[in-house]
Each structure stands twice: as C-alpha cells, then as structure tokens.
C-alpha cells in the first residue's frame, strides 16, 4: 500500500510540474518563402517571394531567381512585376516574378532564390507534370425530392 501511494504521488508530482512557453511574436526570425505556378507548355508562368510574418507575409521586390530546369541554368530573374489583383485582397499576391522558360511535362525544375543583400536565402525544387485535363463533366439538377422522383417512376 506504501508503495502504492508513493507510486500516486509521484505520478500527481510529474503531472503538476509544467512550464508553459508562450508564444512570441516575432520570436522567430523570418524565412523567405518562395510560391511558384509552373505549368507545362504554358508561358502565364510566376514566381512569388515573401518574407513570413506573425500576421501577414511581407512582399519581396528585391529577389535574385536563379532557375534550373534538368540541372541547367535556363534563366537569372531579377526584376519583380506589380499587377493589382482585384480578386485578392492580399498585397503579396500582387508582385510576382515572370518566368520566360519554358516546360516540359518531366521537367525537373529548381529554384534557387536570395535577396540583393544576401540576408535571405531559400530554394526549391520539383518535376513538371501533366496538367490535368478535364474531359467531360455531367451534371444534373432536379427539383424533385427523392420520394417523389421514386412516385413518378411507377
């Protein structure tokens, strides 16, 4: 029984000792993040550079993209395009880096992005695959509940 109990109040003793992190904003340093929409034999190709925020990410216009596509240098971009999106109420979205190259399905692409200053840097990589291709879509509406669609049929 001695044992017992000592057992409890060691178990009730681990259980209360916590401590507790909170978390800080803007604790953590930030990280560049880089967004891209690559689509095979498209030329509406972008690239998207931001810094993480605790409320929001913060546009990057200052980004040097150094792209690969299968291991070769295919492009070196640098200049940062402004076009408002009416539809996106984010800032971020707004900015973008165009992309000039070209892509295959199988493609294997790697991004390599730093800021001018050289505080920020990241990179990213991934195969081009086939877009997807929608062939036929049925739809159907109908105004009748089940019981009656059954009633008509009989």
């Keep these: 029984m001695k044992k017992a109990l000592?057992?409890?109040?060691?178990?009730?003793?681990?259980?209360?000792?916590?401590?507790?992190i909170e978390?800080?904003?803007?604790?953590e340093s930030q990280k560049l993040i880089v967004n891209a929409l690559i689509n095979a034999?498209?030329?509406n190709n972008a690239i998207f550079l931001a810094l993480s925020g605790y409320h929001e990410p913060q546009v990057v216009k200052n980004g040097i993209i150094h792209l690969y596509i299968n291991n070769v240098l295919?492009?070196?971009?640098?200049?940062?395009?402004?076009r408002p999106n009416n539809d996106s109420p984010l800032d971020y979205q707004n900015y973008f880096?165009?992309?000039?190259?070209r892509f295959k399905t199988g493609d294997q692409?790697?991004?390599e992005v730093e800021t001018k200053d050289g505080k920020y840097k990241a990179n990213a990589e991934a195969t081009v695959?086939?877009?997807?291709?929608?062939?036929?879509?049925?739809?159907?509406?109908?105004?009748?509940?089940?019981?009656?669609?059954?009633e008509s049929l009989w």
């Design 6 to 20: 000592l057992l409890l109040s060691f178990v009730h003793l681990l259980a209360t000792c916590t401590n507790d």
């Design 23 to 27: 978390i800080l904003p803007n604790d």
């Design 41 to 43: 034999n498209k030329t």
């Design 74 to 82: 295919s492009e070196t971009i640098s200049e940062c395009t402004y």
């Design 97 to 101: 880096y165009q992309i000039n190259s």
């Design 109 to 111: 692409v790697r991004i």
């Design 129 to 150: 695959y086939e877009p997807i291709e929608i062939i036929k879509a049925d739809t159907i509406e109908s105004n009748h509940s089940l019981s009656e669609t059954s």
